[in-house]
């Protein structure tokens, strides 16, 4: 079973960056595509960025310009740079692995804490 684990979530002011990280335990194999997704109190988790294989890289309208999203194959992990944070992005951050064709199967991390705030 793959363990993803995320880390670099924390406390920054309005206008600062953070930079996240996730680490799978192992290779995974026939990844379609590795990303980040949020959830804000009493709110449904939201698409933050997707990276596929070939480096197509997709990003939600409220993060567009600046969050990057970029992976390691490596080091196995995905990484997302966050600037000019917003307190409307404090959220916890999830990270997802989606592999396979038919059926298809997606890999989750524990979520990691973002919180925006002077």
């Known amino acids: 079973q793959v363990q993803l684990v995320e880390s670099g979530g924390g406390l920054v002011q309005p206008g600062g960056s953070l930079r996240l990280s996730c680490a799978a335990s192992r290779k995974i194999f026939n990844v379609n595509y590795m990303g980040w997704y949020r959830q804000a109190p009493g709110k449904e988790r939201e698409l933050v960025a997707t990276?596929?294989?070939?480096?197509?890289?997709t990003y939600g309208d409220s993060v567009k310009g600046r969050f990057t999203i970029s992976r390691d194959n490596a080091k196995n992990t995905v990484y997302l740079q966050m600037n000019s944070l917003k307190p409307e992005d404090t959220a916890v951050y999830y990270c997802n692995v989606h592999i396979g064709v038919v059926p298809t199967y997606d890999y989750w991390g524990q979520g990691t804490q973002v919180t925006v705030s002077s």
């Open positions: 990276i596929t294989s070939s480096d197509t890289t």
